[in-house]
Structure formats: structure tokens, C-alpha cells
């Protein structure tokens, strides 16, 4: 038999899924996989089920169902300070995961570069290699998770073709504040790249972080690709709803990538959709004072095991890294630390190396998460006090 695609080698399976896995097996909590263990907001759940019942069954608009993207462009409008035209800057695809391979496939030709913040989500490695790319990784350091401005400008060059951004982070909780955003525009117009922004947790922020989309930056639309989903906003992951806006060009070529791959989005899911971006303003109160209190919580309990955890200024995930701790329970690395807790405590997280491409950085760090009922998080606080 001939060799498979040699790109395939370059990375491996999801270490988030495999500890999802590894959590089942052992009848565990789960604090790994980001998704909520609540249901979504039930009058989204009613809109769909009213569509599937008034037989919005068959294939949408490739490129999304007209009233969603409608509804998507005024959202955008009223809380991320942007325009963009429904008709020829939104493709609605199959979740964020897909709006960002589109998009890189779109817009990537053999030999370019593309610039990643690391710690990354996972998928930004594999989607750069998959489009044709090379990616070049730059540190956000811990415990801010600021860059240094001097290793970015460094970063960019002819080949650059884009940059990824996402704000609010995972798996820092970084919400990156308008001067950085500005320095990283600055550059996307000097060396004439995009810069593709993954804003899925834009309604979770805390202590005041103020969300700033890349797009509405003074001569950024011609650069910025916002990519978004119903997923973490509507506690919707499983829908596999999403969206890219770009500039008309790149809207052009993306949609035909995104009609190849998927051909578009599933129908009654997108109908439902537009019930969910027309929420109140006081359903996203509601989501950030849920995630608030789920943050307090778990930070709490992860400082006084002495985890040394990272306080999130978005998202809903947490960083630890306290080698000493590890030592003690006979762990040097990421993934024995990741397992021995399972094993000692009942709770999974993420062992931090599989967000770098070194490794080595993410050594002595793991990945929690708080997306979980109160009641699973003082189940996952009873089995890690084991540790004390
Ligand atoms: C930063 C980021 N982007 C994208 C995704 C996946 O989004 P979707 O469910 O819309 O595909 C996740 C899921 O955890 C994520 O954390």
C-alpha cells in the first residue's frame, strides 16, 4: 500500500478527548472537555423543535440561512462595534472547529506561515498543517500571558499569510486588551496578512475585561476573519452551528471550501439559531454570573491545594503549575500528574504540554475547566481535597 498523508504524523489525537476517555473509564468528573453539563436555554430547544416539525429538514443556503445571518450581522453590530454585509461577508458552517479549517484552507497557499499563540487550543496546530502551512509559535507567559512585543514583530515576514487570535483564551483565560490588539493589527497591515480571531467565549469575561473584536479596529476590514458558534455562548457544542466573517474576497473563497467539506451547517439547528442570538441582553448577564461564581469557586479550591492556579479574566478554564506538587506525588511530567489525579482524586484535566508545540514548556502545567454545575464542582472540590 501507498503512505498515507504524511501530514497526519505531525500531529496526534485530541489529548483533550482521550482524557475525556480516560475520565469515563474511571467513573470520573470530568474537568477536561469544556463543554457545559447544563442543558441549553429551552426556548432555543422549542425553536428548534419547531423547526424540525415544520419540516425545516433539507439542506439550507449553503452558506447559512438568510434570517441567521441577518440576525448574526446585528448582533455583531450591537456588541462587537463591526458591520459586515449578510449577504456577502457571513458563511454559517459546522462550528468554530470548521470555520477555522475553512478559512485556513481558504486562504493558505504551500509555503505560508502562519503565527500561533502558545498555549493554544488544540486544534490551530493540526489546522495549519492540514491547510498547507507552517506554523511559527510565539509564548504567552505565565502568569499574565503576555507576549513579548519584540518576538512578534520577529515572528512576521514575506510568508506570513495570518495570524490566529483567540480572545478570551483558552486555555489561558487571557483576554487580549485593546493596545496588544492594536500592536498585532499594526503588523497584519504592514506585512498585508489576516488576522483570524476565534471570539466563542466573547460573553465570558470577568473583573471588567472588556471584549474588543480585532475587526473594529480602525483599517482592519479588509484583514480581520472573525470566527464564532452558537457553541460555548448558547451551551450549544453540540449543535455544530458556527460562523466566519470576512471581507468579501475571502468570504468567496471560503464558501466554496465550506460547500466541499460540508455543504452547510444542519438546517432546523440554524432556524433555531436566530431565537438565540435574539436573546435579551439579560440572558448573557445571567451566563457570566454563572461562570463568575463557578471561577470563584474553583480557583479557590485549586489554591488551597496549592495548585498555584492562574486567575482566568475570561473563558472558563484554569492553568496550575506547581512542579513541587507534583514531585511529591512522584509525577515530572504533565501527563503521569494528569493520570495520578485521576487516580488519587476522581477528576480529569488536561495535561498542559498538548498545548505547545514544545512540550517541555507545558511540563509542570494542567487544564481545568469550570463549565459544570455547582453541584459537579463541589464533587470535583471533595475528591481533590484527597490530595491535602
Ligand atoms: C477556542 C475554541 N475554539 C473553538 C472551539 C470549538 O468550537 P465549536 O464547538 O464551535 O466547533 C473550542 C471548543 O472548546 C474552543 O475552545
Redo the contacts with the bound molecule.
Keep these: 500500500m501507498r503512505d498515507l498523508n504524511q501530514l497526519t504524523d505531525q500531529f496526534t489525537e485530541s489529548v483533550i478527548r482521550n482524557m475525556t476517555r480516560v475520565c469515563l473509564e474511571a467513573g470520573g468528573i470530568n474537568l477536561s472537555q469544556?463543554f457545559p453539563d447544563w442543558d441549553t436555554p429551552p426556548e432555543i430547544i422549542e425553536a428548534a423543535v419547531r423547526a424540525l416539525r415544520s419540516g425545516v429538514n433539507q439542506y439550507a443556503i449553503t452558506w447559512g440561512q438568510p434570517e441567521l445571518r441577518r440576525a448574526i450581522a446585528e448582533r455583531v453590530a450591537a456588541y462587537n462595534g463591526f458591520t459586515c454585509d449578510p449577504e456577502t461577508q457571513i458563511t454559517v458552517c459546522?462550528?468554530?472547529?470548521?470555520?477555522?479549517i475553512a478559512t485556513l484552507k481558504a486562504i493558505i497557499n504551500p509555503g505560508d506561515e502562519v503565527i500561533i499563540f502558545e498555549p493554544f487550543?488544540e486544534?490551530y496546530g493540526p489546522d495549519t498543517l492540514l491547510s498547507g502551512a507552517i506554523p511559527r509559535y510565539v509564548t504567552l507567559n505565565a502568569p499574565e500571558w503576555d507576549f513579548d512585543p519584540d518576538q512578534l514583530a520577529a515572528a512576521f515576514n514575506n510568508r506570513t499569510k495570518a495570524i490566529i487570535i483567540?480572545t478570551p483564551?483558552?486555555p489561558t483565560g487571557k483576554v487580549f486588551v485593546r493596545e496588544e490588539l492594536q500592536f498585532v493589527a499594526d503588523l497584519c497591515q504592514k506585512w498585508g496578512c489576516y488576522l483570524v480571531t476565534?471570539e466563542?467565549?466573547e460573553y465570558i469575561l470577568y473583573d471588567g475585561a472588556e471584549h474588543v473584536s480585532p475587526a473594529s479596529l480602525a483599517g482592519m476590514a479588509e484583514h480581520a476573519i472573525t470566527i464564532n458558534?452558537?457553541?460555548?455562548t448558547y451551551s450549544a457544542?453540540g449543535w455544530?452551528v458556527?460562523w466566519i466573517i470576512a471581507p468579501p474576497k475571502a468570504t468567496a473563497a471560503i464558501r466554496k471550501v465550506h460547500d466541499f467539506l460540508t455543504v452547510g451547517a444542519p438546517a432546523p439547528l440554524q432556524a433555531a439559531g436566530v431565537t438565540a442570538l435574539t436573546m435579551p441582553e439579560s440572558y448573557y448577564a445571567g451566563l457570566s454570573g454563572r461562570y463568575r461564581q463557578a471561577r470563584r469557586f474553583l480557583h479557590g479550591v485549586l489554591q488551597e491545594l496549592d495548585m498555584r492556579p492562574t486567575l482566568p479574566r475570561g473563558?472558563y478554564y484554569i492553568i496550575t503549575e506547581n512542579p513541587a506538587l507534583m514531585a511529591a506525588h512522584g509525577c515530572d511530567d504533565d501527563f503521569a500528574w494528569a493520570l495520578k489525579l485521576v487516580e488519587l482524586t476522581g477528576v480529569a484535566s488536561v495535561p498542559g504540554s498538548s498545548f505547545y508545540a514544545d512540550p517541555a514548556k507545558g511540563r509542570h502545567q494542567v487544564r481545568w475547566c469550570f463549565c459544570k454545575k455547582m453541584e459537579t464542582l463541589e464533587a470535583a472540590a471533595q475528591g481533590l481535597r484527597r490530595l491535602a
Design positions: 469544556g459546522c462550528g468554530a472547529t470548521e470555520g477555522m487550543y486544534n483567540n483564551n483558552n476565534d466563542i467565549y458558534s452558537l457553541s460555548k457544542t455544530r458556527g473563558a
